[in-house]
């Protein structure tokens, strides 16, 4: 029986992206078939909620293809984190310092967990853009290192990764004090390192991180292209990986997108559950402004929410920049916000509603994004590195300009008609499998349109 799951398992690897699969389809576990039923187990609701939600039809069609039966699936929860497959971390050297477990610097949790208290779940909003973000967050709060590990949290600026972060420190300090909880930017990583290299305290960082047990580490992009800093906190991230404790990690990108990234890191990122976070949508983005103003104590009206929701294209900060500033000129005039103060005071930062579309336009975004010159697409160059940002750019045209082939062949160096067609093709087919491209599509046009 257990041959008929195995060959389920190889018809849905083909037909899910990698991604997906190892996230969602290796958790389960196959128990028995009885008649048409096919007994499953995964190690939490929330998996099961996702699967039944996403995979179930999928699942029950590749079961049913193998013989004649129709199949259903019935799915069970069994919590016991140890039926979970889980990748086995590479084998890592032992250095002197990692055999001394010795708890150098760990006094206590206050002094030392950097945890922000102000931001918890309860003052997260949750929705359509971050729920999984979130959903993924109170999995890993409510069971520290056990089901994801590491958590990667990646998304655009000002979305909500930091806060995610600290209220996962919130919530496990709230459950258990004891627990040595650490949240550190990679910038502070860095300094700390440097500063311990300098003072010959290399011991005592060490052992610092790793005796801890939830290693919050915020905008892991910044270690790129730092070779030292890659190479300790490989090791500090082996080490607590190692002895089962709980990592999570947050970028502005996804792994593979983060440049100069050493490739063992990457793929030990990949190990866990990566979820993003996307720019909210306007009724996320009033209830934001809604639990601001109420935190606050800004009496907000509706015309004035929805005016600062729809001129904010997706940054959180500048949402809430924008309330702060509203709120101190009221009260400092004693006078109550309305939308004609709102768009006085703003007047001048805030973005123009018809900031134009042009090919030109989406050309700088697309480049700036991959980090290349604007100048490469238009070019002819085929590196694969130019090839994707280029066809990528020449999709996103399209879809966003009213532009016709030929024109935006024009602007992309005077390449002609068919060229244009084809890239928007291959992009198109791609789109379909690739979550991690349809993720940085979806991010470069929300960041285009007004
Ligand atoms: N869903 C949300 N609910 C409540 N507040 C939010 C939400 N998303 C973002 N914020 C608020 O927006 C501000 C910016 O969020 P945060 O610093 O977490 O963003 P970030 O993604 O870490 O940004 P960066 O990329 O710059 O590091 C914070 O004050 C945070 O409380």
Known sequence: MKNIWQTTLKKLEKNISP?????????????SITDDQVNLEVPNKFIKGWIKDNYQKVIEEAISDIGTVNYRISISINDNPEIREKPQPEKQEKTEIE?????????????????NKKYTFESFVSGPSNQFAHAAAMAVANNPATTYNPLFIYGGVGLGKTHIVHAIGNEIL???????????SSEKFTNELINSLRHAKMDE??????????????????????KST???????????????????VTSDKFPKEIPDLE???????????????????IETKQAILKMKADQNNIELPEDVSFFLANSVISNVRELEGYL??????????STPINLEMAKNILKDIIIEQNKEITVENIQKTVATHYQIKTSDLKSSKRLKTLVLP??????????LTSSSYPEIGTKFGGKDHSTIIHAIKKIEKNLEEDLQLRTTVEKLINSIKP
């Open 205 to 226: 960082f060490r052992n610092k991180f790793r005796s801890i047990d939830v290693l919050l580490i915020d905008d892991i992009q910044f270690i790129a292209g730092k």
């Open 390 to 399: 280029r066809q990528v750019a020449m999709y996103i045209s399209r879809k």
């Open 263 to 281: 490739e063992r890191l990457r793929s030990r990122f990949e190990w866990g559950l990566i979820a993003d976070i996307q720019a909210p949508d």
């Open 174 to 184: 709230n459950k258990n004090n004891n627990l040595k909880i650490c949240y550190y």
């Open 19 to 31: 991604q997906n699969f190892s996230t969602w389809i290796k958790p389960i576990n196959f128990i």
């Open 230 to 248: 890659q190479e300790e906190f490989f090791h500090t991230f082996n080490a607590l990986y190692e002895s089962h404790k709980q990592i999570v």
């Open 324 to 333: 702060i500033r509203i709120g101190a000129f009221s009260s400092l005039t």
């Open 99 to 115: 055999t001394n477990k010795k708890n150098l610097s760990l006094k206590g949790n206050d002094q030392f967990s950097n945890i």
